[in-house]
């Protein structure tokens, strides 16, 4: 029977130095991180690494400082600082933006 902490875990199989080989239990490696609009993969964001490996960075490492940075990419935040500047000045209104974008152009504060 197997350890209760091993069964979500990938059974992987290693060849030892003596020539037999022995069963082993690893856990998934994280995954990267994508946009929520467009689904591009994000940069800056600690990707692909174990959590032992996350803990040990800085806080500067682990999360970007800009708006909506570890959930939108670099275009799709452009896009929303356009439509908020747009609806502040009066040219748009909230009901004629894109709805996957309307979330992130409501919590955008223009001065």
Known sequence: MVKRSDRTKKKKFRRR??????Q???????KKHHCAVC???LHGVP??????????LSKSQKRPSALFAGTLCSKC???VAEEAA?????TKK??????????YVERVKVV
């Open 39 to 41: 689904n591009s993969v």
């Open 24 to 30: 082993y239990f690893v856990r998934d490696r994280g």
């Open 94 to 103: 909230i009901d004629e933006v894109e709805l996957k974008l309307r979330h």
């Open 86 to 90: 747009k609806i502040s000045a009066g």
């Open 47 to 56: 990707h692909s690494k174990k959590a032992s490996e996350v803990k040990r």
């Open 77 to 79: 935040r452009t896009v």
């Open 17 to 22: 130095p003596s020539g037999k080989s022995k």
